[in-house]
C-alpha cells in the first residue's frame, strides 16, 4: 500500500497525470513497474541534488587550496559558502582561520626582514663614515677608531639578539639545544638585580628588588636570565636620573606561579602600544634618543611564552611602566 500510494504521488509529480489502474499497469514480477521507475527516477534526481549541494563547498575548498599554494594568502573560502551550517561549512571556517593566521606570520616575517635590513644598514653605514674620515684626516684616528669600535659592538649585540630570537622563534629544541634544567628563580632575580643595581648607581637610580623565599622549576636558565634581565635593564634605561626601579616577586596561593612585576618612572607609552612594545623592532615616538633595537622585550616574551608563561605592561599610576612576568611551575 505505501509503496502504491508513493509511486502514484511521483507519477503524478512528474508527468501531471494520474497513474492508470495497477491492473492496467505492466508488472515486473509482483511489483507494478511504473511506481517502481518513478520511485528510481526520484532517487536519482534526489541524489543528485544532494551531490551537487555537497561537492560545491568542496570544489571552493580545492579552489581556495590552489591559490594558496600559488602564494594567494588572502584567499578566504567562508564567503562563497553562505549560510551553511553543517561540518563542510565548519571545515571552510577552520581554513579561513588558518589562512588569516599564515598571512599574519608571513607579513610579520616581511616586516622582521625589512627591519632587520634597516637596523644592520645603520650601524654599517656609520662604520663605513668613519672608515672613510680615518682616510681623509688620519690625526683623527684616536676618535674614529673609537668610534668603529663602539659601532662594531652595537652590531655584534644586533646580531646576538637576532639570533636569539630566531632561536626562540623554532621553539624549545632550538632555543639551547638542551633539556630543562633545574632553576631557582628568585635566586636568579636576585642576581639579575644586584649587577643591575650596581649600573643603576652610577647613574644616579637605585634599583630595589623584594622577592624572598625561592622558587624551583623546571626551565631553560638562560633564556629566564634574558628575559628577566631585559625587563630590568629596559626600565633602568627609560628611567631618569635620581629615580628608583621597583621590582617584586612572589609566589601566588598554591605554590604554581611566580608574579614579577618590574616598575619604573620612565615616560611610558601610549596606551595603544601597550602590546606593540613586545614585538620586534618597537620602538615608542619620542624615544629614538635612547639606543637599542627595540628587540629586548620581543626576547623577553618569547622567553615567557617558550615557558608558558606570560608577560604585559600596563601605565603606572603617577606616571610610568609596570611589566608583570607571571611563570608557572614545571616539574
Known amino acids: 500500500m505505501v509503496l502504491s500510494i508513493s509511486g502514484t504521488a511521483i507519477f503524478l509529480a512528474l508527468t501531471g497525470h494520474t497513474p492508470p489502474p495497477l491492473g492496467d499497469m505492466p508488472m515486473w514480477g509482483p511489483v507494478p513497474?511504473?511506481?517502481?521507475?518513478?520511485?528510481?527516477?526520484?532517487?536519482?534526481?534526489?541524489?543528485?541534488?544532494?551531490?551537487?549541494?555537497?561537492?560545491?563547498?568542496?570544489?571552493?575548498?580545492?579552489?581556495?587550496?590552489?591559490r594558496f599554494a600559488e602564494g594567494r594568502?588572502?584567499?578566504?573560502?567562508?564567503?562563497?559558502?553562505?549560510?551553511?551550517?553543517?561540518?563542510?561549512?565548519?571545515?571552510?571556517?577552520?581554513?579561513?582561520?588558518?589562512?588569516?593566521?599564515?598571512?599574519q606570520l608571513a607579513q610579520a616575517r616581511r616586516t622582521l626582514l625589512h627591519d632587520m635590513s634597516h637596523e644592520l644598514r645603520s650601524p654599517l653605514t656609520r662604520l663605513q663614515a668613519a672608515?672613510?674620515?680615518?682616510?681623509?684626516?688620519?690625526?683623527?684616528?684616536?676618535?674614529?677608531?673609537?668610534?668603529?669600535?663602539?659601532?662594531?659592538?652595537?652590531?655584534?649585540?644586533?646580531?646576538?639578539?637576532l639570533l636569539t630570537l630566531h632561536r626562540l622563534d623554532a621553539g624549545p629544541a632550538g632555543a639551547t639545544g638542551t633539556p630543562p634544567q633545574r632553576v631557582d628563580v628568585v635566586e636568579l632575580l636576585q642576581s639579575i638585580a644586584d649587577d643591575a643595581d650596581f649600573e643603576a648607581r652610577a647613574s644616579q637610580r637605585a634599583l630595589?628588588?623584594?622577592?624572598?623565599?625561592?622558587?624551583?622549576?623546571?626551565?631553560?636558565?638562560?633564556?629566564?636570565?634574558?628575559?628577566?634581565?631585559?625587563?630590568?635593564?629596559?626600565?633602568?634605561?627609560?628611567?631618569?636620573?635620581?629615580?628608583?626601579?621597583?621590582?617584586?616577586?612572589?609566589?601566588?596561593?598554591?605554590g604554581r606561579t611566580l608574579v614579577t612585576t618590574v616598575q619604573d618612572r620612565g615616560p611610558g607609552v601610549p596606551p595603544q602600544m601597550l602590546q606593540a612594545i613586545f614585538e620586534p623592532f618597537t620602538r615608542v615616538e619620542g624615544s629614538e634618543s635612547v639606543r637599542g633595537a627595540g628587540l629586548g622585550l620581543a626576547i623577553a616574551r618569547r622567553a615567557m611564552l617558550l615557558h608558558r608563561g606570560s608577560i604585559e605592561a600596563a601605565l603606572r599610576e603617577g606616571g610610568g611602566l609596570v611589566v608583570t612576568l607571571s611563570l608557572p611551575r614545571h616539574r
Do not use: C
Open 33 to 66: 513497474l511504473v511506481p517502481l521507475v518513478s520511485a528510481i527516477v526520484a532517487v536519482f534526481v534526489i541524489s543528485l541534488v544532494l551531490a551537487w549541494y555537497l561537492s560545491r563547498p568542496l570544489r571552493h575548498l580545492s579552489w581556495a587550496l590552489d
Open 208 to 254: 630595589h628588588l623584594d622577592a624572598t623565599g625561592s622558587f624551583v622549576t623546571e626551565a631553560h636558565g638562560e633564556l629566564l636570565y634574558r628575559a628577566f634581565e631585559n625587563v630590568i635593564r629596559n626600565a633602568l634605561k627609560f628611567s631618569p636620573a635620581g629615580s628608583e626601579i621597583d621590582v617584586a616577586a612572589h609566589v601566588t596561593e598554591g
Open 73 to 103: 594568502l588572502d584567499t578566504r573560502v567562508e564567503p562563497l559558502i553562505g549560510g551553511r551550517r553543517d561540518e563542510i561549512a565548519d571545515l571552510a571556517r577552520d581554513f579561513d582561520r588558518m589562512a588569516a593566521q599564515i598571512e
Open 131 to 161: 672608515i672613510g674620515l680615518l682616510h681623509q684626516d688620519p690625526t683623527q684616528s684616536a676618535a674614529m677608531i673609537e668610534r668603529i669600535g663602539r659601532e662594531s659592538e652595537r652590531l655584534d649585540v644586533l646580531i646576538e639578539e
